[in-house]
């Protein structure tokens, strides 16, 4: 089985004062460690990466390292210069990671044979796998089916966080076999899982990770009728966190729960009606 599969959290960076809270963040990998979590991911969207400065990107990443020890860890690796994309791929081989989340590059849009060039390169180059991240809500280009499938013949491309919102793309692709399908809209977890999807990368389960955790496992396990039961209940939870930016919702609620601070860099906080309809979610 391909070690991109469960439930893998796109970790958030807490903050403190203005400062990447260190020790907030490694109670945070210990406690999805308790959970059974699959994996993190590390600069990811989530963690508010273009916010960091290199060395506090550093910073960051050594500590889900050094606290995650032996459960594997993704590194985000996005941006439009590809001549830094390519360093810092070299870079990144030097380090104990499990694989590189790589969307396309933002704004510039390029052609879909300019895609190909984009991952492959970078697939070339890396010592760990590709993970393709199809978010063109973000990017502004939409990978098209052809050139995933293109992609999934490459020896070093290995999975896709699937945030396209295709229903025939998603189905396409794990009928191909090729590429782990990991969910990353939050609400299709339960569907991509029973289509046959691999798990998900889901911001979403930094809150009752463990819940999560069982819902893939009762689904893989053919117990649907437990895994719909557990996903129906977390759904008002998912909608909650995902009803204003990301990661926004995410850390009101961690801060609800008394594990981080609310503060973020990117963005503004989540509203005060959000902050409430949580505080009820979370009592419940």
Excluded at 142 to 170: F, V, Y
Excluded at 235 to 247: D, G, K, M
Aim: proline share 5%; net charge negative; glycine share 8%.
């Amino acid at each position: 089985m391909s070690i991109f599969s469960g439930i893998w959290i796109p970790l958030v960076t807490p903050f403190e004062n203005g400062r990447v809270d260190r020790d907030a963040l490694r109670s945070l990998v210990r406690s999805y460690i308790e959970a059974r979590v699959a994996g993190f991911v590390a600069l990811g969207t989530t963690g508010e990466p273009s916010s960091l400065d290199h060395a506090e990107q550093e910073q960051v990443l050594a500590t889900i390292l050094d606290e995650a020890k032996t459960v594997p860890v993704v590194v985000g690796l996005a941006g439009n210069n590809a001549a830094e994309l390519r360093e810092r791929a070299l870079r990144l081989n030097e380090l104990p990671i499990a694989g590189l989340l790589v969307p396309a590059p933002y704004y510039v849009r390029p052609s879909q044979a300019g895609l190909t060039s984009h991952f492959t390169t970078l697939a070339d180059i890396s010592t760990v796998p590709l993970i393709v991240y199809d978010i063109p809500y973000r990017t502004g280009v939409r990978l098209e089916l052809a050139t995933l499938l293109t992609l999934a013949g490459h020896p070093n491309i290995h999975a896709i966080k699937d945030c396209a919102g295709s229903l025939d793309t998603t189905l396409a692709l794990i009928l191909d076999g090729r590429l782990s399908v990991l969910a990353g809209e939050d609400l299709n977890i339960f569907s991509t899982l029973c289509l046959g999807g691999h798990g998900a990368i889901a911001a979403s389960a930094h809150v009752r990770a463990a819940d999560f955790v069982a819902v893939h496992d009762a689904i893989k396990e053919g117990r649907i009728d437990e895994g719909r039961a557990r996903f129906h209940r977390l759904a008002p939870l998912i909608q909650a966190l995902v009803s204003e930016p990301n990661p926004a919702p995410v850390k009101c609620a961690l801060e609800v729960l008394g594990m981080i601070r609310q503060e973020l860099r990117a963005m503004t906080q989540a509203t005060d009606r959000l902050r409430n309809e949580l505080d009820v979610l979370l009592s419940s």
